[in-house]
């Protein structure tokens, strides 16, 4: 069983669509809303992919 949530741009960089696909199956997946987030950034600055524990995240 997979113990995170990971999206992953579809063009390399995740667009606003797939953030709120992102966030939905998190929530969809009961992911406690205070978990942090991790992301991988281009060098540019722009989301390549996001990722969250489905368990409460002891950060």
């Known amino acids: 069983m997979p113990t ?3 999206a992953v741009g579809a063009d390399k960089d995740l667009t606003l ?7 939905k199956a ?3 997946a009961g992911v406690p809303g ?3 987030l991790r992301a991988a950034l281009s060098t540019t600055g722009k989301i ?3 990722e969250t524990s ?3 995240d002891d950060r």
């Open 4 to 6: 995170t949530l990971r």
């Open 17 to 23: 669509d797939e953030l709120a696909d992102f966030v």
């Open 26 to 28: 998190a929530r969809d």
């Open 34 to 36: 205070d978990n942090v």
């Open 48 to 50: 390549k992919e996001v």
């Open 54 to 56: 489905l368990s409460r």
